[in-house]
């Protein structure tokens, strides 16, 4: 268990609003990513820390952004959500070895 | 941007049948994941295997990594209803930033008791 929560865990929201999701860790990795998954695409990366306030974007950062003011928390936002962004989102850490693991994900539907 | 080719897709098989799942690039990895996904849930970690030509085991699966560090291939042995998921694999390129990893796009498995 690597200590990883996601909320909310499932999100409906509309068009146009902004949506903040949450990823919390207790066992201070130092990087932390947002991926979204999609039937047909996999796992893709949306966005990574690799430190407090220090960010990078991945394959798919556009529409999102985030944030990291303290080693624990990871958030992602939608700055205006869009039925493109219907997915699940994952937040994952890097263990040992580069593995990653991975927290239960967010179910966002956008109306 | 590297790919990560992931087959097959789809496979649908009986329990006791055994079944192969395979994970090709043109790229040369540092390390190559496997994770074992079910429904509603994020993907667990299987196996990191970081050595070209090295052999891991789990019970009745077992991991290869190739030669070359360009590819990797899952076997199963007397698959179980129990093994049914999407298996996802996932490699950390050489050259590239250790810590991100490209995914392939997954095999769902359904065993059939």
């Known amino acids: 268990d690597a200590g990883i929560t996601q909320s909310p865990r499932h999100k409906v929201t509309e068009t146009g609003t902004p949506v903040t999701l949450r990823c919390h860790q207790t066992e201070n990795h130092r990087y932390m990513y947002w991926y979204r998954q999609d039937p047909g695409h996999g796992l893709r990366l949306i966005h990574y820390?690799?430190?407090?306030?220090?960010?990078d974007k991945g394959e798919v950062s556009d529409g999102y952004s985030v944030s990291r003011s303290k080693t624990e928390d990871f958030l992602l936002t939608l700055e205006s959500a869009t039925s493109s962004q219907t997915s699940v989102y994952f937040c994952?850490?890097?263990?040992?070895?580069?593995?990653?693991?991975f927290g239960p994900g967010t179910r966002l539907l956008v109306l | 941007t590297q790919l990560l080719e992931q087959s097959p897709q789809f496979l649908s098989i009986q329990e006791g049948e055994n079944l192969t799942v395979y994970c090709n690039s043109s790229s040369v990895f540092s390390s190559l994941q496997w994770y074992r996904q079910e429904p509603g849930e994020g993907p667990v970690l299987l196996v990191t295997?970081?050595?070209?030509?090295e052999v891991k085991k789990l019970k009745r699966l077992t991991f290869q990594f190739g030669d070359a560090r360009k590819d990797s291939s899952l076997h199963i042995t007397a698959a179980q209803p129990g093994d049914t998921g999407l298996y996802l694999c996932?490699?950390?390129?050489?050259?590239?930033?250790?810590?991100?990893?490209?995914f392939g796009k997954g095999t769902l498995l359904t065993v059939n008791p």
């Open positions: 996932a490699g950390a390129y050489s050259g590239g930033s250790n810590y991100k990893l490209t």
């Open positions: 820390s690799y430190g407090v306030k220090d960010t």
């Open positions: 295997v970081v050595t070209g030509g």
């Open positions: 994952a850490i890097t263990g040992d070895q580069e593995t990653q693991y």
